[in-house]
């Protein structure tokens, strides 16, 4: 259809006339809401098409329609409004968009899993100016043709704007189709939260929200990129933060369900089920949210040394054989599991193929310190800080939203038992879990010797000796590990005499002499409750 030449002869008169209707709602015309512009008036704004479309009818003796002409920049609509003195703008850029991808196409789970920046295409190339460093991408993956579970798989922040490159070579494995040939219009993402597997955001169970079942994504499911209104965008934060996303993902991590001190064949029980690489200290399962750490493999070779800090952090070291250690895979992945909602899981090797469940951890932080590589020379290896026995928090957390942390002065048994199991909230700054860590830790030394009451609980007898406090000299002993020292549940850690200890870390007997104690250990703490 041709398109009609706009009129000579509008006026200025003609558009302010043409604003005043528009904003009284008097006259009925085709035009929808401006996608990118807006013309600017004594702080109003409207639709510059839909603007010169009514005016237009003092002229030509009736209204344009949408068809009938272009907008946009160096269109003859924007050159006419802006030769009369009136604004023609970009819309301010949305606050945060969704970002499509089809299964059948793409891995996009299988690229989310392994890849903390990424590059997607924009295909709605008039948005691209829109689409500002620093605003929220929501990743959605669609059904595709087998009708997969579709929703928000992941939570990104524009790194780069979106610019015309050639595919990430990298990312070429992802494709399940023909890849495009030829540079594409793509923006760099940052991956700030995952959804994956069984934790998807559903879009059944978004669209039952009354702010979101009208997101365009529900009337328009063909498009790539969908800018999100204000409303649009609060409601959707709102509803992945916290323990929203968690009710509404319908989370099945309950599968992730291991027992503390029980031992686990790292193949059939780990690697089999829930995936991960299968060599190394750290595990990355693409559709669980989950890092399993493994220590104890390899020993100390190449600098890894793995130990429980006087003040009850367990120090971990990263991955990376040769040269200094980067943020890359698996150690990125320990970084960002606050974010990202990733629950680290540790394990320490028993025997070969077999791996003892230590406890859920949290990332507290980490420094930098030097370590030989395989090749014996001095390298950057990166130490991780970790809470040990605790789930990693669900958001973000927020460093200026916590209040001041007051811990309880623990003086009775009852105090120290209460003291050693204290949750750790979720709202604390590192500096704070850090305390809290350190107090468990000492809660729980105390809380076994002060039940041990001078008498080793492996064999019943007294305390060989005082020691320069003038206290009855006994070691607690952690039965589920072979690391002693950091914060742990009581009914897991037992006071033994040196002579006991050193049978269970260095007898001949050790495991069975563990096992024992073990039992003695439930019957003690039955007592003692």
């Given at each position: ?250 989370t099945k991590s309950a599968a992730l369900n291991f ?242 200890h050193r049978r269970v870390h260095s007898g001949l ?21």
């Open positions: 259809m041709p398109r009609t030449i706009i009129p000579a002869g509008i006026t200025r008169d003609d558009i302010l006339q043409a604003i005043a209707d528009l904003k009284a709602g008097t006259i009925a015309h085709e035009f929808h809401e401006s996608e990118r512009f807006d013309l600017i008036y004594e702080g109003g704004r409207f639709a510059p098409k839909a603007v010169l479309g009514v005016a237009a009818r003092r002229v030509a003796g009736r209204l344009l329609v949408p068809a009938d002409f272009s907008g946009g920049e160096n269109s003859q609509c924007f050159k006419l409004l802006r030769s009369l003195g009136f604004e023609v703008l970009l819309k301010e850029p949305p606050s945060a968009w969704i970002f499509q991808g089809n299964p059948d196409q793409f891995d996009v789970e299988g690229i989310l899993a392994e890849r903390d920046e990424i590059e997607w295409a924009v295909r709605q190339k008039h948005y691209a100016p829109l689409m500002t460093v620093g605003r929220l991408v929501y990743l959605w993956k669609a059904a595709g043709k087998r009708k997969e579970r579709s929703g928000i798989v992941a939570i990104c922040e524009i790194l780069i704007s979106p610019r015309e490159i050639e595919e990430d070579t990298e990312a070429q494995k992802f494709w399940r189709t023909d890849q495009p040939v030829g540079p594409l219009l793509r923006a760099r993402l940052k991956l700030r939260r995952r959804f994956l597997g069984e934790n998807i955001l559903a879009a059944a169970s978004i669209a039952e929200s009354e702010s979101l079942r009208d997101l365009a994504i529900f009337s328009l499911r063909t498009s790539t990129n969908y800018p999100l209104s204000p409303l649009h965008a609060v409601a959707l934060n709102q509803l992945t933060s916290g323990d929203a996303s968690q009710k509404l993902g319908a027992e503390v001190g029980r031992e686990y064949n790292r193949q059939a029980d780990l690697h089999g089920p829930f995936g991960g690489q299968e060599r190394g200290g750290i595990a990355t399962p693409s559709h669980f949210p989950a890092v399993f750490l493994f220590t104890g493999v390899g020993g100390g070779l190449f600098g890894y040394e793995n130990v429980f800090r006087d003040d009850g952090v367990f120090l971990y070291t990263g991955e990376g054989q040769t040269g200094d250690m980067k943020f890359l895979r698996g150690n990125l992945a320990i970084k960002e599991s606050n974010i990202t909602g990733r629950q680290l899981f540790l394990f320490e090797q028993t025997r070969k193929g077999f791996v003892r469940f230590i406890g859920k951890a949290s990332y507290l932080g980490h420094h930098f310190t030097e370590r030989p590589d395989a090749n014996g020379s001095i390298r950057q290896a990166i130490i991780f800080e970790l809470e040990v026995g605790t789930e990693s928090p669900p958001s973000i957390i927020s460093p200026e939203g916590a209040g001041k942390l007051t811990l309880p002065e623990a003086k009775s048994l009852a105090d120290l038992r209460a003291a050693a199991v204290l949750a750790t909230p979720y709202n604390l700054t590192p500096k704070e879990r850090r305390t809290v860590v350190h107090y468990r830790s000492e809660a729980v030394k105390r809380y076994v010797l002060g039940r041990a009451a001078g008498k080793c609980e492996g064999c019943d007898a007294d305390a060989p000796f005082l020691n320069r406090k003038k206290q009855a000299y006994l070691e607690p002993h952690h039965t589920t590990r072979r690391s002693d020292g950091g914060p742990d549940a009581p009914q897991h850690v037992i006071a033994l005499c040196p002579n006991c007997d050790g495991d069975e002499y563990n096992k024992t104690l073990i039992a003695r250990l439930g019957v003690i703490e039955a007592y003692t409750d």
